[in-house]
């Protein structure tokens, strides 16, 4: 692997980041930039990114219907704030005389990141391991259980806020967020491409199948899990101090189905579907509230009839499981359409060939 | 296929064309032409009917000013947005109404939790925020920028204490509390230790959520308790189911409430089991003073029911901003804010108002019982520093207002625990606790 | 003593109307495997329905068992057509396509009734009008009962027995049980499934609306998002009680009845303060899941490659 053309992307990557940011902050890139609101779309939006995606490698990936991400998305967003509002004004006192106050902030945030993920990583592994046993439905409706009790468990902490809501620094800017998510994709991406994405994906195809072909299809499960749980919970972290506020109203499940939307609209199993799905969910209750005067109140009314729409036209999702990227179009361009067989760079590994409703009637036996 | 990529990368360019601009000064707009008035709450959730009545009053203040000329000949244009009750998406409509639309000032939100997510904004912009009904301490705290015109839980819930304790000579007192609203919560706290200074004991709490519909549980077992009085800090929607099923109960003891109680829709809800029931409330929609007999006319002849507490609320707020605009001169975030929070005995429909120190309203509140459909005047009671004065009271029967005490409820800005829990990096009080 | 049977009373009466509206889950689950997110709001609709029937054909002037009768088996029949409506159109076409497509389409159908209701109707609650007058019998001590709570009890026994007999005495029922059996050999058996599964969504539907109905006599606040939490409860007991097993839907839905009630009623005493309410029916169901994975009544199927 050219080490050096990995090193430049990553500068590139971390230059583009920063002029981004500029563009977003208040006094933009020379004289120009987002206007405010469109800056804190994009931020929600790359903050669904991360959500989207690592949802995807549990539930487009593996195949285990979780609908509890909303919870996971909670513990990192309390936890971290719970650490930088009761202990990091002793940090930052301490680091704040040797490397100043942005340096410590930016460790102090780090720190934050770290311990919300693994918290919320060490959490997906408590309920992960006694309820992943549990099949398709089942394990759904534990997770959805398992994100409530979690909200309601907060709202009796009177140290968070309780009903009121919690104040946070906002550490986060477009620089940790869309660095993060990069990094969030990235993750997925190498997880899927490697010998534990594969054992993920023969999970999804056909569980008892792996499981006979010498695959700890349990341990799988968990790690895959673990690991969507701890991007969750990245998630949460970056929204808390991006928002500077929490409030449980924000973790309701409706928050978990939006998610789940997100890349079921996109496409399941699609690393980019996810981040389209993501863009689709946060733009267009948005791009709504242009509706006219009195109209304005039907703005989620026809928010749902569209989302009703685009899953009746495009039932497999806007990409399929395929992926979006330059090789696809490549190929895209040589063969018809339907015969796409995958591999090369930009696309990820999953049988395509196989319809939908083969892998549906696998589970359908699995159920009864 | 390149066709999708073509249009793929129209799309994105023109949304990024869409979302740029020139970044200019302060959003204050201009001095001459329109003043535009940011209005942000839940028109489409769970608490829309909140949001939906503090509009319609929003809105009628600000027709009732256009229509007597405006402000210096200025006229008022309200912006409204949904945040569809998440505190998310508060922040993310009071970012839009300040930087795209160049409100110059904000009104809103009704629930606490959803002002603190979006105050932030407006105090960083240098916009200034006057929430109608927020009545959370942490609210204000955010910063300078941020008023109310509403009084804070501790008032509320002191008050409701006193009347427990001095009036009705209760020595018990139950209390169901909705868990996930800091507004009921906030008064929970202030009653129960007002309620235990006086002497009273709480012998029970229950809770319930917003969206409950069988209370009965939780009744059964404060009925076990056998209290003086059952302490309701809700909102009408479920108070008064929950007044219907204790009396199914059999449940004898009176239940007080706060301003929450206060909507046409709780008779409709709870009928006659309310009769006998106490209300605090900012006024009564059957004081016969000329001003809220025209207001509450006015708010028929225009929508077609009685005007609730918020809808009073959203109408005084706008009008107390439309006096700090005319008294700045300006609509420049920094004037105006020093011109709202040096509102001084400003008389509005829910009471006369000033700002204290703390951005909050000030204004007595009054106890009302509740009869046959009908809010009867019992007391008014006054913050502390407070003294009653002479006639101003709202007397509806014949109570003299004079007669009633000017005690003390708990000191507002000390009070403890909420404040404390709910922002505390926020917790120094003026400068903006965004450390970005 | 007096206290614990008006707990258990109390528990008893949410738990009938959780177990009406599971009902519907349990049934569309067993023959689609799908998890209808929409069926709360079917059970608020079902109540609105009763609502403004009330008012249009002048029952709600005063007590009547024959207005009563009259608006909740009309608000059945417009529920059961509102059911099939949503099957027919959300979700029979994307039938040959990934489960998980249809749920999201249910998700869809579920925020587009709620968001229309909200927007034409306002989410203030409204009273029901009260169609039976509200007498209350002295059992012994404190303990009473209502009648809008023996009518709840009758009508949901009633209607579950109605439904017992459909499924295992009928031929439509012969026939929905051999569709959740297995889709495509009743298909080959010559069983018209369409027809089947729409007739399914209207009996699920009718069972809701019947709740619906039923807890606006019993509390006369309705607002067009009641159907979320109640919705949720109630499959949580579909689940509980193991998904697609009709009885198991019932014991599901009493269980989180009185389970609930009692954590209200007696939670303070070991522990758990009232406000873990809402938590209890989740962890009941998990710590349920955790001993037997397919639910209470629910059978573990070998599998087979």
Redo the contacts between chains.
Sequence with gaps: MPTLKRVLSTIAIIIVLYLVNAFMS???LF????????????M?LTINIILAVSLNLI?GFTGQ?SIGHAGFMAIGAYSSAYLV??HAQFWERSLAGTVGFTVA?ALIFLIAIAFGSLIAGFAGLLVGI??L???G??L???T???A??IR??I??I??????????????S?FIWVGGFAIISIVIVHNIVHSDIGRALVSIREDE??AE?MGINTTRYKVLAFVISSALAGLAGVL?GHY???L????FQ?IRS?EI??MI??GG?GSLTGAVLGAVVIT?MP?LL?QLPGDF??????V???M??II??TR???ILGTREFGLSW?KR??KRPEGDQVVGGTGGVSIAEQEP??A??EK?????? | MKRTLLSLLLISSLLFAFACERKGGPGAGGQTGEIVVGYYGDLTGRTSNFGQSTKRGVEMAADEINKAGGINGRQIKILSEDDEGRPEKAATVVTKLINQDRVVALLGEVASGNTLAAAPKAQAANVPMISPSSTNPAVTQVGDYISRVCFIDPFQGAVMAQFAANTLHAKTAAIMLDFNSPYSRGLTEFFEASFKKLGGTIVDKQSYTQGDRDYKGQLTKIRSENPDVIYVPGYYGEVGVISKQAKQLDIKAPMLGGDGWDSTQLWDLGGDSLNGDFISNHYSVDDPSPAIQKFVADYKARNGEVPDALAALGYDAMKVLADAISRAGTTEGPQLKDAINATKDFKGVTGTISLDKDRNAVKPAVVLKLQDKKYIYQETIYPEGMTAPAQAAPATSGTSPAAAPASSPAKAGTASSPAKAAAAPAKTEKSSPSPK | MDTFVQQLINGLTIGAIYALIALGYTMVYGILRLINFAHGDIYMVGAFVGYFLAFELGFATGPSLLGLSVVLVASMIAAALVGMAIERFAYRPLRKYARMTTLIAAIGVSLLIENLFVAKLGAAPRAFPQLLSEKSYTLFGNAAISKSQILIFAVSVALMLLLQWIIFKTKVGTAMRAVSFNLNSAKLMGINTDFIISFTFALGSALAAAGGVLTAQYNPQIDPLMGILTGLKAFVAAVLGGIGNIPGAVLGGLLIGIAETFVVGYGQNVGIPSTFRDAVAFAILILVLLVRPSGLLGSTVQEKV
């Design positions: 208040k006094e933009g004289g120009f930039g987002f206007g405010a609101y469109p800056a804190d779309v994009l929600t539930t219907f509002v009761y902030h006694p309820s046993r549990l099949r439905d089942y759904a409706i534990v959805l259980g398992f409530e009790i309601i468990v709202l009796n009177d140290k968070v806020g309780g009903a009121t809501g919690f104040s946070v620094p906002g550490y800017n008892l199948a006979a929204f928002r500077s506020f409030s449980t109203n924000d499940f189905f789940i939307i079921v609209l399941l733009i948005e509230r304005s109140r039907y703005r989620l009314v928010y749902s009839a989302l009703i899953i009746l039932p497999q999702g179009l895209a361009r939908p409703s892998i549906d589970k359908d036996r699995e159920n009864r």
